[in-house]
Protein backbone atom coordinates (compact mmCIF):
# COMPACT_ATOMS: atom_id res chain seq x y z
CA UNK A 1 0.00 0.00 0.00
CA UNK A 2 0.94 3.37 -0.56
CA UNK A 3 1.92 6.28 1.27
CA UNK A 4 0.97 9.87 0.91
CA UNK A 5 4.23 11.35 0.16
CA UNK A 6 5.58 14.24 1.03
CA UNK A 7 6.64 14.92 -2.59
CA UNK A 8 3.28 15.50 -3.39
CA UNK A 9 2.33 18.80 -1.18
CA UNK A 10 2.53 22.15 -1.88
CA UNK A 11 4.91 23.07 0.22
CA UNK A 12 6.28 26.25 -0.93
CA UNK A 13 7.07 28.89 1.53
CA UNK A 14 5.22 27.18 4.18
CA UNK A 15 5.02 26.50 7.54
CA UNK A 16 5.60 22.19 8.34
CA UNK A 17 5.40 20.42 11.42
CA UNK A 18 7.51 17.41 10.96
CA UNK A 19 7.38 14.39 13.84
CA UNK A 20 10.79 13.65 14.60
CA UNK A 21 12.92 10.28 16.52
CA UNK A 22 14.82 11.88 18.40
CA UNK A 23 15.46 9.68 20.67
CA UNK A 24 18.99 8.46 20.75
CA UNK A 25 20.85 6.70 23.44
CA UNK A 26 23.38 9.05 26.10
CA UNK A 27 26.32 8.02 27.56
CA UNK A 28 26.57 9.48 31.61
CA UNK A 29 27.67 12.21 30.82
CA UNK A 30 25.20 13.04 28.23
CA UNK A 31 26.96 12.72 25.17
CA UNK A 32 25.04 11.03 22.23
CA UNK A 33 26.43 7.63 21.46
CA UNK A 34 24.51 7.06 18.52
CA UNK A 35 22.89 9.73 16.49
CA UNK A 36 21.71 7.66 13.27
CA UNK A 37 18.26 8.84 14.09
CA UNK A 38 18.83 12.19 14.28
CA UNK A 39 21.10 11.98 10.88
CA UNK A 40 17.90 9.76 9.22
CA UNK A 41 15.77 12.77 9.72
CA UNK A 42 18.02 14.96 8.20
CA UNK A 43 16.78 14.02 4.17
CA UNK A 44 13.21 15.38 5.24
CA UNK A 45 14.13 18.64 7.13
CA UNK A 46 16.24 19.57 4.32
CA UNK A 47 13.79 18.87 1.92
CA UNK A 48 11.20 21.60 3.19
CA UNK A 49 13.74 24.04 3.86
CA UNK A 50 14.74 23.82 0.18
CA UNK A 51 11.07 24.50 -0.36
CA UNK A 52 11.42 27.78 1.71
CA UNK A 53 9.45 26.33 4.77
CA UNK A 54 9.66 27.43 8.15
CA UNK A 55 10.16 24.09 10.00
CA UNK A 56 9.45 23.25 13.20
CA UNK A 57 10.53 19.55 14.71
CA UNK A 58 8.90 17.44 18.14
CA UNK A 59 10.00 14.39 19.23
CA UNK A 60 10.18 12.63 22.70
CA UNK A 61 13.22 11.74 24.34
CA UNK A 62 13.50 9.18 27.51
CA UNK A 63 10.26 8.71 29.97
CA UNK A 64 9.91 12.09 31.40
CA UNK A 65 6.61 10.83 32.35
CA UNK A 66 4.58 13.89 31.78
CA UNK A 67 6.74 16.43 33.64
CA UNK A 68 9.85 18.93 33.03
CA UNK A 69 12.34 16.58 33.77
CA UNK A 70 16.15 18.53 32.74
CA UNK A 71 17.58 15.71 32.19
CA UNK A 72 15.57 14.75 29.06
CA UNK A 73 15.36 17.74 27.29
CA UNK A 74 16.09 18.15 23.65
CA UNK A 75 18.87 20.91 23.59
CA UNK A 76 21.79 18.62 23.51
CA UNK A 77 19.77 17.12 20.15
CA UNK A 78 19.54 20.81 18.95
CA UNK A 79 23.72 21.00 19.42
CA UNK A 80 23.85 17.93 17.45
CA UNK A 81 21.05 18.90 14.78
CA UNK A 82 22.35 22.19 13.98
CA UNK A 83 25.80 20.46 12.96
CA UNK A 84 24.35 18.17 11.10
CA UNK A 85 22.36 20.89 9.04
CA UNK A 86 24.92 22.95 9.22
CA UNK A 87 22.38 26.15 10.42
CA UNK A 88 21.18 27.22 13.50
CA UNK A 89 18.14 25.35 15.19
CA UNK A 90 15.94 27.66 17.35
CA UNK A 91 15.11 25.61 20.98
CA UNK A 92 11.56 26.39 22.39
CA UNK A 93 11.18 26.12 26.26
CA UNK A 94 8.59 24.35 26.16
CA UNK A 95 6.33 22.30 24.06
CA UNK A 96 2.77 23.87 23.85
CA UNK A 97 3.44 26.80 26.34
CA UNK A 98 3.53 30.56 25.36
CA UNK A 99 7.24 30.61 24.37
CA UNK A 100 6.72 27.03 21.81
CA UNK A 101 3.62 28.83 20.55
CA UNK A 102 5.19 32.49 20.17
CA UNK A 103 8.37 30.75 18.59
CA UNK A 104 5.85 28.58 16.17
CA UNK A 105 3.91 31.78 15.07
CA UNK A 106 7.01 34.14 14.01
CA UNK A 107 9.11 31.54 13.03
CA UNK A 108 10.18 32.83 9.19
CA UNK A 109 10.90 30.59 6.24
CA UNK A 110 14.32 29.26 6.15
CA UNK A 111 14.24 29.00 9.82
CA UNK A 112 14.17 25.64 11.96
CA UNK A 113 12.97 25.57 15.56
CA UNK A 114 12.75 22.97 17.75
CA UNK A 115 10.23 22.00 20.39
CA UNK A 116 10.91 20.90 23.73
CA UNK A 117 10.63 16.97 24.68
CA UNK A 118 6.89 16.07 23.46
CA UNK A 119 6.52 13.68 26.81
CA UNK A 120 7.11 16.51 29.46
CA UNK A 121 3.29 16.53 28.24
CA UNK A 122 1.46 14.08 30.13
CA UNK A 123 -1.25 14.10 27.23
CA UNK A 124 1.28 12.79 24.34
CA UNK A 125 1.23 9.20 25.60
CA UNK A 126 -2.67 9.87 26.26
CA UNK A 127 -3.17 10.91 23.05
CA UNK A 128 -4.90 13.79 24.13
CA UNK A 129 -6.82 15.57 21.78
CA UNK A 130 -6.03 19.00 22.76
CA UNK A 131 -2.87 18.37 22.60
CA UNK A 132 -2.55 17.03 19.10
CA UNK A 133 -4.92 20.19 18.17
CA UNK A 134 -2.83 22.36 19.47
CA UNK A 135 0.34 21.22 17.97
CA UNK A 136 -1.66 20.90 14.82
CA UNK A 137 -2.64 24.51 14.90
CA UNK A 138 1.63 25.60 14.95
CA UNK A 139 1.50 24.67 11.41
CA UNK A 140 -0.08 23.69 7.92
CA UNK A 141 1.40 20.78 7.08
CA UNK A 142 1.93 18.02 9.27
CA UNK A 143 5.03 15.34 8.41
CA UNK A 144 5.24 11.88 10.16
CA UNK A 145 8.83 11.06 10.15
CA UNK A 146 9.40 9.40 13.31
CA UNK A 147 9.39 5.71 12.58
CA UNK A 148 10.51 4.45 16.06
CA UNK A 149 7.01 5.73 17.40
CA UNK A 150 4.78 4.74 14.85
CA UNK A 151 3.37 2.18 16.40
CA UNK A 152 2.41 4.21 18.83
CA UNK A 153 -0.90 6.38 19.21
CA UNK A 154 0.50 9.13 20.80
CA UNK A 155 -0.82 12.41 20.22
CA UNK A 156 2.39 14.01 18.20
CA UNK A 157 1.81 10.86 15.81
CA UNK A 158 -1.56 9.34 15.40
CA UNK A 159 -4.43 12.30 17.30
CA UNK A 160 -2.78 14.99 15.52
CA UNK A 161 -3.00 13.21 12.18
CA UNK A 162 -6.93 14.30 12.43
CA UNK A 163 -6.57 18.12 12.16
CA UNK A 164 -4.94 17.83 8.34
CA UNK A 165 -7.06 16.09 5.38
CA UNK A 166 -4.37 14.39 3.08
CA UNK A 167 -3.21 17.11 0.97
CA UNK A 168 -1.67 18.23 4.35
CA UNK A 169 -0.09 15.62 5.68
CA UNK A 170 2.35 12.77 4.54
CA UNK A 171 5.21 10.35 5.34
CA UNK A 172 8.75 11.36 5.86
CA UNK A 173 11.52 9.73 3.93
CA UNK A 174 12.63 7.93 6.60
CA UNK A 175 9.18 6.96 7.50
CA UNK A 176 8.47 5.84 3.65
CA UNK A 177 11.86 3.74 3.62
CA UNK A 178 11.25 2.01 6.66
CA UNK A 179 7.95 0.92 5.38
CA UNK A 180 8.51 0.13 2.49
CA UNK A 181 11.92 -1.52 3.21
CA UNK A 182 9.82 -3.84 5.49
CA UNK A 183 7.04 -4.98 3.08
CA UNK A 184 9.08 -5.42 0.41
CA UNK A 185 10.85 -7.84 2.24
CA UNK A 186 7.80 -9.56 4.31
CA UNK A 187 5.43 -9.67 0.86
CA UNK A 188 8.18 -9.89 -1.96
CA UNK A 189 11.38 -11.05 -0.57
CA UNK A 190 14.48 -12.65 -2.91
CA UNK A 191 14.86 -16.38 -1.79
CA UNK A 192 16.14 -17.92 0.16
CA UNK A 193 15.04 -15.67 3.11
CA UNK A 194 16.00 -16.49 6.41
CA UNK A 195 14.81 -15.16 9.37
CA UNK A 196 17.85 -14.66 12.82
CA UNK A 197 15.64 -14.41 15.25
CA UNK A 198 17.17 -14.00 18.76
CA UNK A 199 16.65 -12.13 22.06
CA UNK A 200 15.90 -12.90 25.59
CA UNK A 201 11.95 -14.42 25.62
CA UNK A 202 9.87 -15.91 22.95
CA UNK A 203 7.05 -14.24 24.34
CA UNK A 204 8.35 -10.84 22.94
CA UNK A 205 8.72 -12.18 19.40
CA UNK A 206 6.42 -15.22 19.04
CA UNK A 207 4.03 -13.30 17.07
CA UNK A 208 6.68 -12.32 14.58
CA UNK A 209 7.70 -15.45 14.46
CA UNK A 210 4.32 -16.86 13.55
CA UNK A 211 3.97 -14.44 11.26
CA UNK A 212 6.92 -14.86 9.59
CA UNK A 213 6.71 -19.19 9.06
CA UNK A 214 4.75 -18.44 6.12
CA UNK A 215 6.81 -16.40 4.48
CA UNK A 216 10.65 -17.79 4.99
CA UNK A 217 12.84 -20.32 4.18
CA UNK A 218 14.68 -20.61 7.18
CA UNK A 219 14.89 -19.45 10.68
CA UNK A 220 17.48 -19.34 12.78
CA UNK A 221 17.36 -19.13 16.56
CA UNK A 222 19.56 -17.87 19.43
CA UNK A 223 19.69 -15.84 22.79
CA UNK A 224 17.81 -16.67 25.76
CA UNK A 225 14.36 -17.54 23.56
CA UNK A 226 16.09 -20.73 22.48
CA UNK A 227 16.24 -22.51 25.55
CA UNK A 228 12.26 -22.71 25.40
CA UNK A 229 12.78 -24.83 22.42
CA UNK A 230 15.58 -26.89 23.60
CA UNK A 231 13.51 -27.55 26.73
CA UNK A 232 10.23 -28.27 24.94
CA UNK A 233 12.86 -31.03 22.78
CA UNK A 234 13.57 -32.41 26.20
CA UNK A 235 17.01 -31.14 26.81
CA UNK A 236 18.10 -30.50 30.20
CA UNK A 237 18.83 -26.81 29.72
CA UNK A 238 20.45 -25.86 33.53
CA UNK A 239 19.35 -22.46 35.11
CA UNK A 240 18.88 -20.66 31.54
CA UNK A 241 16.21 -18.47 30.99
CA UNK A 242 12.93 -20.21 30.09
CA UNK A 243 9.28 -19.45 29.61
CA UNK A 244 7.74 -22.79 31.02
CA UNK A 245 4.26 -21.36 30.09
CA UNK A 246 5.12 -20.78 26.50
CA UNK A 247 6.36 -24.27 25.84
CA UNK A 248 3.19 -25.71 24.18
CA UNK A 249 3.82 -22.37 21.71
CA UNK A 250 7.01 -23.46 20.99
CA UNK A 251 6.45 -26.96 19.80
CA UNK A 252 3.35 -25.56 17.41
CA UNK A 253 5.90 -22.99 16.29
CA UNK A 254 8.20 -26.10 15.26
CA UNK A 255 5.17 -27.91 14.51
CA UNK A 256 4.12 -25.62 11.86
CA UNK A 257 8.08 -24.92 10.29
CA UNK A 258 7.92 -28.62 9.36
CA UNK A 259 4.74 -28.49 7.93
CA UNK A 260 5.62 -25.44 5.91
CA UNK A 261 9.06 -26.63 4.71
CA UNK A 262 10.60 -24.32 6.59
CA UNK A 263 13.79 -24.63 7.99
CA UNK A 264 14.32 -24.52 11.65
CA UNK A 265 17.89 -24.58 13.18
CA UNK A 266 18.42 -24.16 16.88
CA UNK A 267 21.85 -23.75 18.72
CA UNK A 268 23.90 -27.04 19.37
CA UNK A 269 26.06 -25.99 21.31
CA UNK A 270 25.94 -22.80 23.86
CA UNK A 271 28.54 -20.89 26.53
CA UNK A 272 26.96 -22.00 29.82
CA UNK A 273 27.92 -19.58 33.03
CA UNK A 274 27.75 -20.41 36.86
CA UNK A 275 25.90 -16.96 37.24
CA UNK A 276 24.83 -14.57 34.78
CA UNK A 277 27.62 -11.87 35.33
CA UNK A 278 31.00 -11.10 33.58
CA UNK A 279 32.85 -12.47 35.72
CA UNK A 280 31.25 -16.02 36.11
CA UNK A 281 33.38 -19.05 35.11
CA UNK A 282 31.84 -19.99 31.86
CA UNK A 283 32.70 -22.90 29.42
CA UNK A 284 31.26 -24.39 25.95
CA UNK A 285 28.77 -27.34 26.01
CA UNK A 286 26.74 -28.98 23.94
CA UNK A 287 23.11 -28.30 24.03
CA UNK A 288 23.15 -31.96 25.65
CA UNK A 289 25.22 -31.44 28.37
CA UNK A 290 24.48 -28.00 29.77
CA UNK A 291 25.32 -28.91 33.63
CA UNK A 292 22.57 -28.34 35.94
CA UNK A 293 22.16 -24.91 37.60
CA UNK A 294 24.54 -23.23 34.92
CA UNK A 295 22.91 -20.94 32.35
CA UNK A 296 23.20 -20.71 28.07
CA UNK A 297 24.19 -17.22 27.69
CA UNK A 298 25.75 -17.43 24.11
CA UNK A 299 25.39 -19.77 21.20
CA UNK A 300 28.50 -21.72 21.06
CA UNK A 301 31.37 -21.85 18.01
CA UNK A 302 29.79 -25.17 16.84
CA UNK A 303 26.50 -23.24 16.49
CA UNK A 304 27.69 -20.08 14.72
CA UNK A 305 29.91 -22.65 12.18
CA UNK A 306 26.00 -24.46 11.18
CA UNK A 307 24.56 -20.87 11.35
CA UNK A 308 27.08 -20.12 8.76
CA UNK A 309 26.53 -23.04 6.79
CA UNK A 310 23.24 -22.81 6.53
CA UNK A 311 23.27 -19.00 5.98
CA UNK A 312 25.30 -19.22 3.22
CA UNK A 313 23.02 -19.26 0.36
CA UNK A 314 20.27 -17.21 1.47
CA UNK A 315 19.73 -14.22 -0.61
CA UNK A 316 17.82 -12.10 1.89
CA UNK A 317 18.70 -12.27 5.83
CA UNK A 318 16.43 -10.71 7.95
CA UNK A 319 18.25 -10.23 11.91
CA UNK A 320 16.13 -9.26 14.91
CA UNK A 321 17.77 -10.12 18.65
CA UNK A 322 20.50 -10.66 19.93
CA UNK A 323 22.00 -14.41 19.69
CA UNK A 324 23.68 -14.21 23.47
CA UNK A 325 23.86 -11.41 26.27
CA UNK A 326 26.11 -9.22 23.92
CA UNK A 327 26.11 -6.65 26.45
CA UNK A 328 29.07 -8.52 28.21
CA UNK A 329 32.01 -9.53 26.40
CA UNK A 330 32.22 -13.21 27.78
CA UNK A 331 28.65 -13.65 25.59
CA UNK A 332 29.22 -10.89 23.09
CA UNK A 333 31.03 -13.66 21.15
CA UNK A 334 28.24 -15.37 19.16
CA UNK A 335 26.33 -12.26 18.25
CA UNK A 336 29.25 -10.62 17.18
CA UNK A 337 30.31 -13.48 14.60
CA UNK A 338 26.77 -13.51 12.67
CA UNK A 339 27.12 -10.03 12.76
CA UNK A 340 30.48 -10.20 11.11
CA UNK A 341 28.33 -13.36 8.96
CA UNK A 342 25.85 -11.48 8.14
CA UNK A 343 27.54 -7.96 7.16
CA UNK A 344 30.30 -9.75 4.80
CA UNK A 345 27.38 -11.55 2.69
CA UNK A 346 26.31 -10.30 -0.74
CA UNK A 347 22.60 -10.77 0.53
CA UNK A 348 20.13 -8.10 1.23
CA UNK A 349 20.53 -7.90 4.85
CA UNK A 350 17.98 -6.20 7.11
CA UNK A 351 18.75 -5.55 10.72
CA UNK A 352 15.53 -4.93 13.55
CA UNK A 353 16.41 -1.54 15.61
CA UNK A 354 16.83 -2.00 18.82
CA UNK A 355 19.37 -4.02 20.30
CA UNK A 356 20.39 -5.84 17.27
CA UNK A 357 21.51 -2.75 15.61
CA UNK A 358 22.94 -1.47 19.09
CA UNK A 359 25.31 -4.74 18.61
CA UNK A 360 26.01 -4.09 15.01
CA UNK A 361 27.24 -0.40 15.56
CA UNK A 362 29.34 -1.90 18.50
CA UNK A 363 31.04 -3.91 16.09
CA UNK A 364 31.01 -1.14 13.28
CA UNK A 365 29.73 -3.11 10.85
CA UNK A 366 26.87 -0.85 10.27
CA UNK A 367 27.90 0.89 6.98
CA UNK A 368 28.19 -2.83 5.72
CA UNK A 369 24.37 -3.69 6.60
CA UNK A 370 21.72 -3.10 3.48
CA UNK A 371 19.41 -1.67 5.79
CA UNK A 372 18.84 -1.00 9.40
CA UNK A 373 16.17 -0.13 10.83
CA UNK A 374 15.21 2.89 13.39
CA UNK A 375 12.58 1.34 15.05
CA UNK A 376 12.51 -1.76 17.23
CA UNK A 377 9.25 -1.96 18.86
CA UNK A 378 8.06 -0.36 15.47
CA UNK A 379 10.13 -2.87 13.24
CA UNK A 380 8.72 -5.53 15.51
CA UNK A 381 5.15 -5.12 15.21
CA UNK A 382 5.61 -4.39 11.60
CA UNK A 383 7.24 -8.26 11.12
CA UNK A 384 3.93 -9.23 13.65
CA UNK A 385 1.69 -8.26 10.20
CA UNK A 386 0.17 -5.03 12.36
CA UNK A 387 -0.79 -2.07 10.68
CA UNK A 388 1.06 1.14 12.91
CA UNK A 389 -1.28 3.76 14.59
CA UNK A 390 1.24 6.48 13.09
CA UNK A 391 1.17 5.01 9.61
CA UNK A 392 -2.54 3.80 8.99
CA UNK A 393 -3.67 7.86 8.40
CA UNK A 394 -0.89 8.42 6.12
CA UNK A 395 -1.88 5.56 3.84
CA UNK A 396 -3.35 6.52 0.79
CA UNK A 397 -6.53 5.50 0.13
CA UNK A 398 -8.08 3.62 -3.14
P1 LIG B 1 14.97 -8.58 23.47
O1 LIG B 1 14.74 -7.24 24.14
O2 LIG B 1 13.93 -9.61 23.77
O3 LIG B 1 15.30 -8.46 22.00
O4 LIG B 1 16.28 -9.17 24.16
C1 LIG B 1 17.52 -8.55 24.14
C2 LIG B 1 18.25 -8.96 25.36
O5 LIG B 1 18.33 -10.37 25.40
C3 LIG B 1 19.67 -8.46 25.42
O6 LIG B 1 19.75 -7.49 26.42
C4 LIG B 1 20.47 -9.71 25.77
O7 LIG B 1 21.38 -9.49 26.81
C5 LIG B 1 19.41 -10.70 26.20
N1 LIG B 1 19.81 -12.09 26.01
C6 LIG B 1 20.29 -12.65 24.88
N2 LIG B 1 20.61 -13.93 25.07
C7 LIG B 1 20.33 -14.22 26.34
C8 LIG B 1 20.45 -15.41 27.14
N3 LIG B 1 20.93 -16.55 26.62
N4 LIG B 1 20.07 -15.34 28.42
C9 LIG B 1 19.59 -14.18 28.93
N5 LIG B 1 19.44 -13.04 28.24
C10 LIG B 1 19.80 -13.05 26.95
Known amino acids: MKLLSIKDLDLANKKVF ?3 DFNVPMDDFGN ?11 ASINYCLDKDCAVILASHFGRPKGEVVEKYSLKPIALRLQQLLKRHVEMANDVVGEDALKKAKELP ?55 FDTEHKAA ?61 MGYNIGASLVEDDLMNEAQHVMDEAKRLGVKFYLPVDVVAAEKFAEDAVSKTVTAQEIPDNWMG ?25 PMGVYEMEKFARGSFKIAHFVADSYATTVVGGGDTADLVQRVGLNEEISFISTGGGASLELLEGKELPGVAPLRVKV
Request: proline share 3%.
Open 18 to 20: IRC
Open 172 to 232: GFLLEKEINYFGKLINNPVRPFAAIVGGSKVSGKLEALTNLLPKVDKIFIGGGMAFTFLKQ
Open 297 to 321: LDIGPATVRLYREGLNDVQTVLWNG
Open 109 to 163: RHEVLLLENLRFEAGETQNDAKLSETLASMAEFYINDAFGVSHRAHASVEGITKF
Open 32 to 42: ITDDRRIRSAV
